[in-house]
């Protein structure tokens, strides 16, 4: 049981977390993962340049660490420093080439860039793990929405909004992954109803919520930001 992890990514308590990992720090400043926690409050406060060094604090005690890799190259990303980025996520692919998420995260990174054939080719190794995991468990909507994302992602947006009312159909208590692909589908209103349905029904991870790279045409909507000034406790 880690108490960080229950502030940052159940309750949105940001402020404890802060108050925990500066304490667990004071005693022991070698504690890689209070510094991990430390990055992911940062990015619920918005100081993105402080979460970039929590994250490289992190890393330089466990430099391979993929988790503590993620956070550093979404930090980047926040930043707009998206070169720095995609050199993150690239070495999370040196360290596991088939780590599908850093797939992803690559390819939105190089979209950013105008890079639209190495992104292709990132979101192409994407699809594909999405594919296999679902060939496994026709049933598994989380798969399903993965693939349909990748679709929409590779501009096949009429295949990915079937495939993903099809998982909502499997199970339609996935409201947040829903809301992803409304909005990589253009239909930001419905997106953020669902974001909405989602916190209604318990969803927690509002820092997620507010980084997630598929909620990106969402970041400066008004309602988007009153719906995170709710939940999250800076």
């Known amino acids: 049981f880690n108490l960080n992890s229950l502030y940052l990514f ?8 802060l108050a925990l990992c500066q304490q667990q720090i004071s005693y022991n400043d070698r504690d890689q993962g209070a510094y991990y926690h430390l990055g992911w409050a940062y990015l619920g406060k918005g100081d993105f340049d402080q979460a970039r060094g929590a ?11 993929s988790w503590n890799l993620s956070g550093l190259g979404h930090a980047y990303r926040l930043l707009g420093r998206n070169a720095e980025a995609l050199q993150t996520f690239l070495k999370i692919l040196k360290i596991d080439a088939k780590d599908s998420a850093a797939h992803y995260d690559a390819g939105v990174v190089c979209q950013l860039m105008g890079d639209e054939p190495a992104s292709r080719k990132h979101f192409e190794s994407f699809r594909e793990d999405a594919q296999k995991r ?5 049933q598994n909507a989380l798969d399903a929405l993965d693939l349909a994302r990748a679709f929409t992602q590779l501009g096949w947006k009429k295949q990915g909004w079937a495939l993903g009312q099809k998982a909502m159909a499997m199970d339609p208590s996935k409201h947040f992954e829903f809301s992803q692909l409304l909005c990589l589908q253009g239909k930001r209103q419905e997106a953020l109803d669902r974001l909405e349905l989602a916190i209604q029904r318990g969803f927690g991870n509002y820092i997620r919520m507010k980084i997630h790279p598929d909620l990106q045409s969402l970041y400066n909507e008004p309602r988007f930001q009153d719906l995170l000034n709710r939940v999250l406790k800076k």
């Not at 159940?10 to 977390?17: E, K």
């Open 10 to 17: 159940q309750l949105g308590d940001i402020a404890s977390a």
């Open 134 to 138: 679902l060939k496994k468990n026709s």
């Open 55 to 65: 994250f490289e604090k992190a890393l330089e005690i466990n430099p391979r660490l």
